[in-house]
């Protein structure tokens, strides 16, 4: 995968990660964004791929407030990128909507292993923010926590 289309599967997947907690978050959230990156936050071994690549130096690697240029240098190694990347909006920094980006370990430059690329994410899950404990469909909460037990 080139650079430039993993940048923009990664805005794209961004923009609806925070279209998705709108509908369940009370924070103020903006299209100006930073990715918390989580690396080889998967426990799969590397099956019998030969093109699938992995890097043990990145286990435990975490990185915060990446700029999406960051994250597409970070991430698209050679061509290849993580065959998953988990993402959520996390939290409000400043003005600033903050992601939880969690990767596969196995990378490939094969379109037909990246997980959501049937939904046209290519390798992007795009997932709800966290749910705090107890909460209902149609109740919002703030991303923070600062009043869990505030939930109009």
Same mark, same amino acid.
Request: hydrophobic fraction near 35%; charge should be negative.
């Given at each position: 995968?080139?650079?430039?289309?993993?940048?923009?599967?990664?805005?794209?997947?961004?923009?609806?990660?925070?279209?998705?907690?709108?509908?369940?978050?009370?924070?103020?959230?903006?299209?100006d964004?930073?990715?918390?990156?989580?690396?080889?936050?998967s426990?799969?071994?590397?099956?019998?791929?030969? /093109?699938?690549?992995?890097?043990?130096?990145?286990?435990?690697?975490?990185?915060?407030?990446?700029? /999406?240029?960051?994250?597409?240098? #970070?991430?698209?190694?050679?061509?290849?990128?993580?065959?998953?990347?988990?993402?959520?909006?996390?939290?409000?920094?400043?003005?600033?909507?903050?992601?939880?980006?969690?990767?596969?370990?196995? /990378?490939?430059?094969?379109?037909?292993?990246?997980?959501?690329?049937d939904?046209?994410?290519?390798?992007?899950?795009?997932?709800?923010?966290? #749910?705090?404990?107890?909460?209902?469909?149609?109740?919002?909460?703030?991303?923070?926590?600062?009043?869990?037990?505030?939930?109009?």
């Amino acid at each position: 995968m080139k650079k430039d289309d993993f940048t923009a599967y990664l805005l794209a997947s961004a923009y609806w990660a925070v279209r998705c907690a709108q509908t369940v978050v009370k924070d103020k959230l903006t299209f100006d964004f930073r990715f918390d990156v989580e690396l080889n936050a998967s426990c799969e071994p590397l099956n019998d791929a030969s /093109y699938l690549r992995t890097f043990p130096a990145d286990d435990g690697k975490k990185l915060e407030f990446q700029t /999406y240029n960051e994250v597409a240098d #970070l991430l698209v190694r050679d061509a290849h990128v993580p065959v998953w990347i988990d993402i959520n909006v996390k939290k409000v920094v400043q003005g600033v909507t903050v992601f939880d980006l969690l990767c596969a370990g196995r /990378y490939s430059s094969e379109t037909k292993d990246y997980y959501h690329s049937d939904r046209g994410q290519g390798p992007f899950g795009i997932k709800s923010p966290p #749910l705090p404990v107890g909460w209902r469909q149609g109740e919002r909460f703030w991303l923070d926590k600062r009043d869990e037990n505030d939930l109009d």
